[in-house]
Nanobody
Framework: QVQLVESGGGLVQAGGSLRLTCAASGRTFSTSDMGWFRQAPGKEREFVAAISWTGGTTYYGDSVKGRFTISRDNAKKTVYLQMNSLKPEDTAVYYC??????????????????WGQGTQVTVSS
């Protein structure tokens, strides 16, 4: 099993930056692909970014490509999402997720096995 706890959310002005952290526990973290998703009120959960268990491959949603960076530190059992050039439309609850098995990175939330409780990010204009 993997337990996930997100932190680092908050209120920021448009153009600013935030770094989200996802702290994991459990023996399978280092062999799990990890992802970040977000959900705004009244909208479906949206794929943000994913990273392979080695950290060698990353994958981004079109709306964040070039602005967000996902990374991980397996020794610390932590995944990060560096968010730059934030826009009001980035406002959402951000969730960290773990995928135990897969041959490729996935953007589909139903292919992830474990989820954190989420952290709110609000970008003011």
């Amino acid at each position: 099993q993997v337990q996930l706890v997100e932190s680092g959310g908050g209120l920021v002005q448009a153009g600013g930056s935030l770094r989200l952290t996802c702290a994991a526990s459990g023996r399978t973290f280092s062999t799990s692909d990890m992802g970040w998703f977000r959900q705004a009120p009244g909208k479906e959960r949206e794929f943000v970014a994913a990273i392979s268990w080695t950290g060698g491959t990353t994958y981004y949603g079109d709306s964040v490509k070039g602005r967000f960076t996902i990374s991980r530190d397996n020794a610390k059992k932590t995944v990060y999402l560096q968010m730059n050039s934030l826009k009001p439309e980035d406002t959402a609850v951000y969730y960290c997720a773990a995928r135990l098995y897969g041959s490729r990175l996935s953007k589909y939330y139903n292919e992830y096995d474990y989820w954190g409780q989420g952290t709110q990010v609000t970008v003011s204009s």
